[in-house]
């Protein structure tokens, strides 16, 4: 778990969770999402959100990320650089059913970017959700 050290972290952290903030989580007082931060065995950095509730993505109908506010306000949590367009899910590029619920910047400041989403909570408190980031490979690399 990781958790702020400073009151000015605390506050960044109040500011950016009401973006991401699960529905049924609006009216209740905000939450730190916990997550794991783990490295893979391919040197990719990632977040992982273990608990159960999860931060929201904001989708438009045809399952792409409906504002980039939303996608730059869990990176800031994170405290990761933010992206400055949207991009499609990544299987209607690719065309692997495997990418389905996957989002790639390939041209994020750190290398590339995956955010991976999933469907949250249960009965009229589903939301998509985040459930694990990705930062992978180095930009001076490629």
Request: aromatic share 10%; hydrophobic share 30%.
């Amino acid at each position: 778990m990781c958790t702020p050290n400073s009151d000015v972290e605390q506050n960044k952290i109040k500011s950016t969770i009401q973006q991401i903030a699960p529905p049924d989580q609006a009216k209740e007082p905000l939450k730190e999402f916990e997550y794991r931060k783990a490295t893979e065995i391919s040197g990719a950095t990632s977040y992982i959100f273990e608990d159960d509730k999860k931060p929201k993505l904001n989708l438009n109908i045809n399952g792409t990320i409906a504002n980039l506010s939303n996608v730059n306000a869990l990176l800031t949590f994170l405290d990761l650089p933010k992206v400055t367009k949207l991009v499609p899910e990544r299987s209607s590029i690719t065309g692997y059913r495997f990418h389905r619920a996957q989002y790639y910047w390939e041209d994020y400041p750190l290398g590339n970017l995956t955010i991976n989403r999933s469907i949250c909570g249960s009965g009229s408190n589903q939301y998509d959700c985040v459930w694990k980031v990705i930062v992978s490979g180095n930009k001076k690399e490629q």
